[in-house]
């Protein structure tokens, strides 16, 4: 008999997205499964709001970002508020029901594509035994056991293109210029952008800053005639002797705990109204925001998603359930969901197992040798 799947896209959206999604039902068809889209992450798998999904559905969505699913990043499925009888508002555990509801329905497993908070609920629905094959997602680069996550490479692409474009402006009006990116707690898309587009500095939230480092290498610059600079800023990047700048806490999903609150933010105006205190000089703050999210996929990105993608539905065609899938030492294969999110025992919380840049990294030492200052 045929096997019988559903894929979802939980969490932010991120390029690469509707590759996965292809790749998948591509490769469904030549094994026999029928695979069918949940809507909106897991508010779809509980409202049970799917469509089916075959190569007519996914024809020429390679390129096109965002998700035919659409996404969700608001929804535990292990807490749902619900106002009781009382009126008062409870946080009810559906997954079990779900699960239950989704095995009479004949599924033989679900392909969660999400990142680490999405994976954990996928990890605790497998403890529910639901069979799941996770496909690690984010622009940030912060899934642990896994090279690279899709989505990423075409981020760096974005915020490349915007220092290139700060360097010019900056040099016209003589000006300190900074980029704030995201990732947040993790600076893999500053400190490659940084590189990729030869910044003066880099802020990273692995290393706290000091602002008088950055003002010796604006003074060095200064010294050898350049009298601007272009500074990339992590938002989750924080001085030595301060805080995280945080935009706003969702008051909602702070009383859920699988859901993130905090919504990083202002990291880069903090920064620019420093220095400009500091030096007396014109700095000017530009948010990238969701410009590193939105838009078609990069290259690298469209073959990383596809091979995700074609490789979950292999696991599971295969019946390798529980695992998810990776490219680790250049190499595509897979590991148990357990051990990307196992270390959160308890069911239905958030995922904080998190991959942050490695300080001792080729990476980081390539950004000191070729003179980037990290703020330390
Ligand atoms: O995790 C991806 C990401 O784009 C982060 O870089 C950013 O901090 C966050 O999502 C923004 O999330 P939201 O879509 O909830 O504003």
Known sequence: MAKKVGILTAG?????????????????????????????????????????????????????????????????????????????????????????????????????VGGDGSLKSARDYMLRGLNVVGVPKTIDNDVPYTDVTFGFNTAVAVATEGIDRLHTTAESHGR?????????????????????????????????????????????????????????????????????????????????????????????????????????????????????RGGTTCPYDRILSTEYGAFAMQLVADGKYGRMVTMLNGKLQSISLDEVAGHDTKIGTKSSNIKLVDLDSDLVKTARRVGICLGD
């Open 12 to 112: 932010g959206d991120c390029p690469g997205l509707n590759a996965v999604i292809r790749g998948a039902v591509k490769n469904a068809e030549h094994n026999d499964i029928e695979v069918y889209g949940f809507l909106e992450g897991y508010k779809g798998l509980y409202e049970n709001r799917f469509v089916r999904l075959d190569s007519k559905a996914v024809s020429g969505i390679i390129s096109q970002g965002g998700t035919i699913l659409k996404s969700n990043n608001g929804t535990n499925n292990f807490a749902m508020p619900e106002i009781n009888e009382k009126g008062e508002k409870v946080y009810v555990d559906r997954s079990e029901e779900i699960a239950k509801r989704l095995r009479d329905e004949g599924f033989d497993c679900i392909i969660v």
């Open 176 to 292: 300190i210029m900074i980029l704030e990116v995201m990732g947040r707690y993790a600076g893999w898309i500053a400190l490659s952008s940084a590189i990729a587009g030869g910044a003066d500095t880099v802020l990273i939230p692995e290393i706290p800053y000091d602002l008088n480092k950055v003002m010796e290498k604006i003074e060095e610059r200064r010294r050898e005639g350049k009298n601007y600079s272009i500074i990339v800023v992590a938002e989750g990047a924080k001085p030595k002797e301060g805080t995280i700048s945080i935009r706003e806490v969702e008051q909602d999903k702070a009383n859920n705990s699988g859901l993130d609150s905090v919504k990083l933010g202002g990291a880069g105006a903090f920064v620019s109204k420093e220095i400009e205190r500091l030096s007396g000089q014109e700095a000017r703050s530009t948010t990238l925001g969701y410009l590193q």
